[in-house]
């Protein structure tokens, strides 16, 4: 228990009642002046001098007394208050010394008022029996004690194939992709482990010192998801391919697909192409056709004016010819020699050597390289990065570039701009609609009652209207503070950007109105400033 604190103690004289204090040991603490002042509210003595008992404390020597009234009172007995303390974790006893004449606690004394102080598990005996022996008082001892809960851990799932789909192709000196050595596509053998399931620890339960029982934190549990050629260990902890093919990861459910392979071209030979795995195309995919995959789409011929979505990743080795109606779409990226008048659409990046004409949105990056490098005309969308040789044109093509927002929110954010100027316009004519008809009941021309269940359903529908309004309002107003706290994304401009080019960066607009070579665009609070490359 360390050194003894100072203390105090009644003493009961025939003259009076006095209280002698008594210096600390070394180390120990001093006499907290209220400490002394509660416990004699405790014995109920109101009438002293506290001035003289604050003297006698900041000039205490060894031990010293103060008379603190002419009354003689009763004997007054040894004192314990007990303290519940840190979330009932701990219950602290405070001992203080009998008078003269008082009588001492025993062990079954102390116990006795930890139970009336609610203390029901945790009873330190050998603190106890220590006070018991040693007499320290003014002191904070522990006199019970919680059992701690015992923390658990969540289920881990270790996979062990490539999950990150963010890896960039290699590429060639002259800045071309080697798609030879894409490094995107995890393949997987038969029989060939997965994933691992370390299963979660639950932990255990504590008591506290009221006997309540202490929950352990919740813990997350896990089991390994997956699809078919799959199988599992009898215990469930190990995942294994039943086939060779491709893993992917999507939605934390494993997938594994065997490779479809068209060898020539996917036109009226072959009809649309719908299929679970991956898709390998030899061919050309002519307009007109369908290349639905619920994993990797690869091409090696061209694709015209057809329609190409995949789960996973879309690579095209030689390019898009879309003629204006060919679309691509991908949870993943997009990797492809050129875009020429096409629609596209990447979960992830894209990477090309040039850009025609086109509507391209990725939710990373867009980058456009190699020999050419070029972006002319139409519209360039990114979360996070466009970046390219040259934009525009000589001839002051109109070109979009926009980064910074992910575009399905901002195409999100101004599909609702849309919905609610034309709910608007639904909610004046039901507005204006409802007023005719009040005015007609209310001057008392009589209406049939076909018009009443009219008016009803009018009345009905602008609830439902208003409701739906309130509703997308709040997702807009969400929306728009997102992006008008957004100040993210950046456009790089290896070489020139020409007259006629529209720079967008979270919102702040920026038209490049003579050549800017050499640059980065970035956003600035309300501007966009143009930064050496």
């Given amino acids: 228990m ?3 604190n100072g203390f105090f103690q009644l003493n009961i004289k025939e003259d009076g009642t006095y209280i002698k204090l008594f210096e600390p040991e070394l180390g120990g603490q001093p006499i907290l002046f209220n400490d002394l002042t509660d416990y004699l509210l405790d014995m109920k003595l109101y009438e002293y001098d506290k001035v003289a008992i604050g003297k ?25 208050k007990v303290e519940i303390r840190e979330e009932r974790m701990l219950a602290m006893g405070r001992f203080y010394p009998p008078s003269n004449h008082g009588t001492t606690l025993k062990k079954e004394d102390i116990i006795s008022n930890l139970v009336r102080a609610g203390v029901k ?27 701690s809960p015992v923390q658990g851990t969540d289920a881990k799932i270790t996979y062990h194939f490539n999950t990150d789909l963010s890896l960039k192709p290699k590429r060639n000196e002259d800045g071309s992709v080697d798609f030879h050595q894409l ?17 979660a620890d639950n932990g255990r339960p504590g008591i506290d010192v009221c006997g309540n029982m202490i929950k352990p934190t919740k813990i997350n549990n896990k089991v390994l998801r997956h699809g078919n050629k799959i199988r599992l260990s009898e215990d469930g902890l190990r995942m294994y391919s039943e086939v060779d093919g491709h893993v992917t990861l999507t939605e ?30 030899k061919g050309n995919v002519i307009t007109g056709f369908k290349v639905i995959a619920k994993g990797n789409i690869e091409v090696n011929g061209i694709v015209e004016g057809a329609v190409l979505e995949a789960g996973g990743q879309i690579i095209l080795k030689r390019g898009m010819q879309g003629m204006n109606r060919g679309i691509l779409k991908a949870n993943g990226n997009i990797i492809t020699k050129f875009i020429e008048n096409s629609e596209v659409y990447a979960g992830g990046y894209i990477s090309t050597e040039s850009i025609l004409h086109s509507k391209v949105s990725a939710k990373g990056d867009v980058l456009v390289g190699g020999k050419r490098g070029f972006v002319t005309g139409g519209e360039i969308r990114s979360g996070t990065l466009i970046s390219v040789k040259t934009a525009g044109s000589h001839m002051g093509t109109v070109t979009l570039m926009e980064v910074g927002i992910d575009p399905g929110i901002m195409e999100e954010f101004r599909g609702l701009e849309k919905q609610l100027v034309n709910m608007q316009l ?44 309130k509703e997308y309002r709040k997702r807009y107003e969400e929306l728009r503070n997102e992006i008008d706290n957004n100040s993210s994304g950046t456009i790089k401009v290896q070489e020139v950007v020409y007259p006629g080019t529209k720079i967008v960066i979270s919102g702040v607009i920026y038209y490049v109105r003579e050549e800017v070579k050499h640059s980065r665009f970035v956003r600035d609070r309300a501007d966009i400033r143009v930064h050496p490359y």
């Fill in 252 to 281: 934390g459910r494993v997938f594994v697909s065997d490779i479809y392979e068209i060898p020539a071209d996917v036109d009226v030979s072959t009809g649309d192409i719908f299929y679970d795995g991956n898709v390998i195309v």
């Fill in 426 to 469: 639904d909610k004046e004519k039901l507005t204006k609609a409802l007023a005719l008809l009040r005015k007609k009941l209310d001057s008392g021309i009589d209406i049939t009652s076909d018009k009443i269940e009219f008016l009803k359903q009018i009345t009905k529908n602008n609830v439902i209207l208003e409701a739906q309004m």
């Fill in 183 to 199: 490094n995107t596509i995890s393949t997987c053998k038969k029989n060939e482990l997965l994933a691992t399931l370390t299963p």
């Fill in 2 to 4: 360390g050194s003894r």
């Fill in 56 to 80: 006698a404390l900041a000039e205490l020597k060894k031990e010293t007394e103060v008379k603190l009234m002419d009354k003689k009172i009763y004997p007054v007995n040894e004192l314990i």
């Fill in 121 to 147: 598990y945790g009873v330190d005996e050998n603190n106890i029996q220590m006070f018991l022996n040693q007499r320290n008082y003014c002191t904070d001892i522990i006199l019970a004690k919680a059992t």
